[in-house]
């Protein structure tokens, strides 16, 4: 090498690069985890104050990606950040401090709390659909654990990715927060490295396959996954309201929404009154004719792949019997896809077969609520169920003989809102959950801290145990399961 000669720096997103960027935050974690409340709030306020600068060009990058209009945009994906930074700061000092909590008469003279303590390196493998949202909450969470973080955005929103990597350059140096753009390949290399911890946002099927990777290094792992998530509509709800209600949440984002109802289950005799108030409510709030497609309120298809495998869905399910009550316009080009309602659906039939993740409901009939929760239980658990009832014993009925990771009464997704409720999945549709303290814990790890004192009952069982001693502490821990075993 001459002496001129400039050295190698290898390609972004090259195992090497990856590597060395590893390298620098886990010589960085430790002083990341030491920082006080009072630090990791300015942190959050940093990440608070680039968002609000770097709104326009994220609302402008959403626009180009998924055709979101600015009002979308604020509501759904950089308003609920906001809220939910303001909600880390003003409690982290609480989720901070250390919890006592009881010890038991055997260990008289000890005292026992948990420490909430940073996991490490993380990393955030965030999804397409809602690509500022699902990446800057759980960033804020694990920066309010004290974490540093890797961000991989997904490269189905490539203007959205660098908006989001301009943000956090602004903000932060890489030792804490770094953006790594780049495609499957990338994100596959990143889930081989040892990280403390890993967040996936996004399929099922790569779920999976992060959860292998993660399982090699034994890491731990947060996914939140998706599936058919179902409302189920009962003869005593309110139908004007039901209509409404799953629309806006089925149509929200052109139903590219891990928790929109992905079908609906309805009494026979009420299908045609719901048809028909769909068509209304469309109407009323997204447009219909050339306005649906020249309008604001609706959006697009992530890519002209998804709009061809729904119309090859929704195609094979004709053949089999369905038929399109509303909308069945495709256009793959434009990735536009009208709202659309297919009724007469079997669960057999394709639109049945995996998670639709666009603007298409299918409506399936139920003559008696016990076959409709058989359906429901059959199928794998969902992120989310929907009832619309306004019978107070049905609702409690569906509590219990149902499990999905979140559920709403006469309503649709508002429950990912309360940062005071877990959003996460059960089983297939997904593990661990965040948002607000959950989020917080679930970026943490729970430390058992015991502080043995000067005197300490133990000392009573310290072999060698035939000394009275022992034999007198085993005794009385005989006496004690007595006097306080299951009867309490």
Not at 47 to 52: E, G, I, S, T, V
Not at 239 to 248: K, N, V
């Amino acid at each position: 090498m001459t002496g001129n000669a400039v050295p190698f720096r290898p390609p972004e997103g090259s195992p090497a690069e990856l590597q060395a960027l590893f390298d620098r935050q886990r010589a960085w974690r430790w002083r990341a985890a030491q920082t006080t409340a009072a630090q990791r709030q300015v942190i959050l306020r940093r990440l608070y104050d680039a968002l609000r600068a770097h709104r326009v060009p994220l609302a402008q990058a959403l626009a180009a990606d998924l055709g979101k209009s600015r009002a979308e945009a604020e509501i759904t994906e950089i308003h609920p950040v906001l809220e939910e930074l303001q909600h880390m700061i003003r409690r982290l000092p609480r989720w901070m401090s250390p919890r006592r909590v009881a010890s038991t008469l055997a260990l008289t003279g000890s005292t026992s709390e948990i420490r909430a303590q940073a996991r490490g390196v993380t990393l955030i493998l965030s999804p397409w659909n809602y690509p500022v949202n699902l990446a800057l909450a759980p960033l804020a969470a694990s920066l309010a654990a004290g974490n540093t973080v890797i961000l991989k955005p997904s490269e189905k929103a490539p203007n959205v990715a660098r908006a989001l990597r301009a943000l956090l350059e602004s903000a932060f140096e890489p030792h804490l927060v770094a953006v790594v753009e780049g495609d499957a390949a990338v994100a596959q290399a990143l889930t081989t490295l040892p990280f403390d911890h890993i967040f996936f946002t996004g399929s099922t099927a790569v779920g999976r396959r992060v959860m292998e990777a993660a399982a090699r290094n034994l890491t731990s792992v947060t996914l939140e996954l998706g599936g058919k998530s179902p409302a189920i509509v009962h003869g005593s709800a309110d139908m004007a309201l039901t209509a409404e209600r799953l629309a806006w949440g089925k149509l929200l984002n052109a139903g590219q929404t891990c928790v929109a109802p992905d079908y609906a289950l309805i009494p026979e005799a009420w299908r045609d009154e719901l048809v028909v108030r769909l068509d209304r409510v469309i109407a009323r709030r997204f447009g219909d004719g050339a306005w649906l497609r020249a309008g604001p309120d609706y959006g697009r298809l992530v890519d002209a792949a998804s709009v061809e495998r729904l119309q090859a869905l929704t195609e094979s399910s004709v053949a089999q019997g369905a038929r399109v009550a509303l909308g069945g316009e495709f256009d793959p080009a434009g990735r536009f896809m009208s709202p659309t309602v297919v009724v007469d659906v079997t669960p057999d039939m394709p639109l049945m077969q995996e998670e639709l993740f666009g603007p298409i409901l299918p409506v399936l009939t139920y003559r008696t609520l016990d076959e409709a929760l058989g359906l429901v239980r059959r199928l794998d658990a969902p992120l989310a169920l929907y009832l619309f009832a306004q019978d107070p014993g049905v609702t409690e009925r569906v509590k219990r003989e149902t499990t999905s990771g979140g559920m709403v009464v006469n309503g649709t997704v508002l429950h990912l809102t309360n940062p005071h409720l877990p959003f996460g999945g059960v089983g297939p549709s997904g593990m661990g959950a965040y948002h607000g303290h959950h989020g917080f814990r679930t970026f943490s790890h729970e430390r058992a801290v015991l502080h043995e004192g000067k005197f300490s009952a133990a000392g009573f069982t310290y072999p060698p145990y035939g000394r009275p001693l022992p034999r007198l502490a085993a005794w009385a821990l005989r006496q004690l399961e007595r006097q306080s075993g299951p009867r309490e």
